[in-house]
T-cell receptor, first 116, second 116 residues
Framework: AQSVAQPEDQVNVAEGNPLTVKCTYS??????LFWYVQYPNRGLQFLLK??????LVKGSYGFEAEFNKSQTSFHLKKPSALVSDSALYFC??????????????FGSGTRLSIRP | SAVISQKPSRDICQRGTSLTIQCQVD?????MFWYRQQPGQSLTLIAT?????????ESGFVIDKFPISRPNLTFSTLTVSNMSPEDSSIYLC?????????????FGEGSRLTVL
């Protein structure tokens, strides 16, 4: 079965330190990979995506993610965390360009907490 | 990106009543979706709102409980019928922005329903 795993329910980082939010997937073919962020009482906001090409993709708010096909991972990273980065982060996978958007699978979410 | 407006943003409802959530997109989109999100948890797809035809429901969701309308390419409604406290959740409208996007979904701000 196709799935997305975010192994950490919560990640705690001090402001200014680098952060990583982990995501692994199990999808056949060439998936599209996404990261979304959800601030309290808000909808999901698109951060970045990997479709093809360079394995390192850059997105909004200084975030980046690295696609690793051999490890089937798509970890979200930021070199220097801000308190304002504190939010709920979702990894999502779409099983290929021609799959229906209804097939997008969301991870369970990771709560990122940045302490001053 | 597409801008999606949802209303109401939140409501408190009595058991046994029904509530209709409206979703307006600022441009024509091919696919619109309705998700449910328990607080702090991941997203569960309720249905795909199809323009001009009946919605396509996911396993565990039925039309009698969650009737959906999609009268045109920019608007959809979700009704939560005969509500019970178990229906207390955040309901999110989303859309795939077609040619202006490359696989990602865009989301409304969500409608937080509390059923007493």
């Amino acid at each position: 079965a196709q799935s997305v795993a975010q192994p950490e329910d919560q990640v705690n980082v001090a402001e200014g330190n680098p952060l990583t939010v982990k995501c692994t997937y199990s999808v056949s073919g060439n998936p599209y990979l996404f990261w979304y962020v959800q601030y309290p009482n808000r909808g999901l906001q698109f951060l970045l995506k990997y479709i093809t090409g360079d394995n390192l993709v850059k997105g909004s708010y200084g975030f980046e993610a690295e696609f690793n096909k051999s490890q089937t991972s798509f970890h979200l990273k930021k070199p220097s965390a801000l308190v304002s980065d504190s939010a709920l982060y979702f990894c999502a996978v779409r099983p290929g360009r021609y799959s229906s958007a209804s097939k997008i699978i969301f991870g369970s979410g990771t709560r990122l907490s940045i302490r001053p | 990106s597409a801008v999606i407006s949802q209303k109401p943003s939140r409501d408190i409802c009595q058991r046994g009543t029904s509530l209709t959530i409206q979703c307006q997109v600022d441009s024509q989109v091919t696919m619109m979706f309705w998700y449910r999100q328990q607080p702090g948890q991941s997203l569960t797809l309720i249905a795909t709102a199809n323009q001009g035809s009946e919605a396509t429901y996911e396993s565990g969701f039925v039309i009698d409980k969650f009737p959906i309308s999609r009268p045109n390419l920019t608007f959809s409604t979700l009704t939560v019928s005969n509500m019970s406290p178990e229906d207390s959740s955040i309901y999110l409208c989303s859309a795939e922005a077609g040619a202006r996007a490359d696989g990602e979904l865009f989301f409304g701000e969500g409608s937080r329903l509390t059923v007493l």
